[in-house]
């Protein structure tokens, strides 16, 4: 039986999988997301990861019935452009044609948190809900939403909760405009927050973990260490992302009446549980109809759910 690829392109990491007709991960392979290059760089490490993943399933690339990816950025028929976190990737670029050269076999391309938020739908912590909000909380904030079973896709841009606005006049987004969630929950953004109160005199151990791990970014991990360490900074600028969550998401609730939320990314997937519930009673003060409050839990693919999420666009 013909097996499938699925690959979550992501700002930081590419995870590759492999799987069986069953949908069973028989194969899987991560690595770091290309900081230069452009995009020939990122489709040669696209490559190279599903080869790994291939390889460690036993068949070559040639041998898929297809392969899935999952990209940031705006895509258009195979082809994706304005992906803000790859190395000079603005216009556009056909992604599927020039990896399906590399790799032997056809390529589908869609959006990185709709194939993950599709996932859940149809595999993961949304299976039980008609509609459901997905959160990824990540180096920016993006969202996808699932009506009776479907995604609203809207005139093709529905989702971007990350760029809702939850104070007027707020902080400056990475989108242009002011006071939108990522401002104040997106890693970036969170990132480039510390950077200035550091400069302006605020102790912070967060940098310091970053250098000791051997990193240039504040990832997931080191936000995390640094929380177990009782950093102040770290506890004030996560508190704010979760108060801004909170009422992004209570507003789209109280909007669309939605059975379930469900938060993942990269970090609502290394906070867990834990943190999904503060979102939780932060949103709870916002919710205009509080006495039936939709389900709000973390995503239930874990690491691999962009992956094997986008693996489902290979035709079966
Ligand atoms: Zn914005």
Redesign the pocket.
């Known amino acids: 039986m013909a097996l499938r690829g699925g690959i979550d392109l992501g700002g930081t990491k590419i995870e590759a999988v492999v799987l069986d007709p069953d949908g069973t991960v028989v194969g899987q392979a991560r690595s770091p997301t290309p900081h230069e290059g452009g995009p020939p760089a990122v489709i040669d490490a696209l490559a190279s990861g599903l080869r790994e993943a291939a390889e460690a399933a036993g068949v070559s690339t040639d041998e898929l019935s297809g392969v899935g990816v999952g990209s940031p950025g705006e895509v258009d028929n195979g082809s994706v452009a304005h992906a803000r976190n790859l190395p000079d990737w603005d216009e556009a670029y056909p992604l599927s044609s020039a990896l399906s050269e590399q790799v032997g076999a056809p390529v589908s391309v869609a959006n990185d948190v709709g194939v993950a938020v599709d996932a859940e739908a149809k595999l993961g912590a949304g299976k039980d809900y008609a509609s459901f909000l997905g959160v990824w909380w990540g180096t920016g904030v993006g969202g996808a939403i699932v009506v009776n079973g479907k995604r609203w896709l809207g005139r093709g841009a529905a989702g971007e909760i990350?760029?809702t606005v939850v104070k007027l006049g707020g902080r400056r987004?990475?989108?242009g405009?002011k006071g939108?969630l990522?401002?104040y929950a997106g890693r970036g953004a969170m990132e480039r927050r510390a950077r200035r109160d550091v400069a302006h005199g605020e102790k912070t151990d967060l940098f310091q973990l970053m250098e000791k791990h051997g990193r240039t970014r504040l990832t997931s991990g080191i936000w995390a260490r640094a929380l177990e360490h009782d950093d102040r900074l770290a506890h004030k600028l996560i508190r704010r992302a979760v108060e801004a969550l909170g009422a992004g998401i209570a507003s789209t609730v109280n909007l669309l009446d939605l059975d379930a939320v469900v938060i993942g990314g990269g970090l609502g997937t290394r906070f867990g549980q834990p943190y999904v519930e503060k979102i939780e009673r932060e949103m709870m003060k916002h919710l205009f109809v509080p006495e039936r409050p939709p389900a709000v839990l973390p995503a239930g693919l874990g690491d691999l759910g962009g992956a094997i999420g986008a693996s489902l666009l290979v035709e079966p």
């Open positions: 990350g760029h987004c990475e989108c405009r939108c990522e401002a």
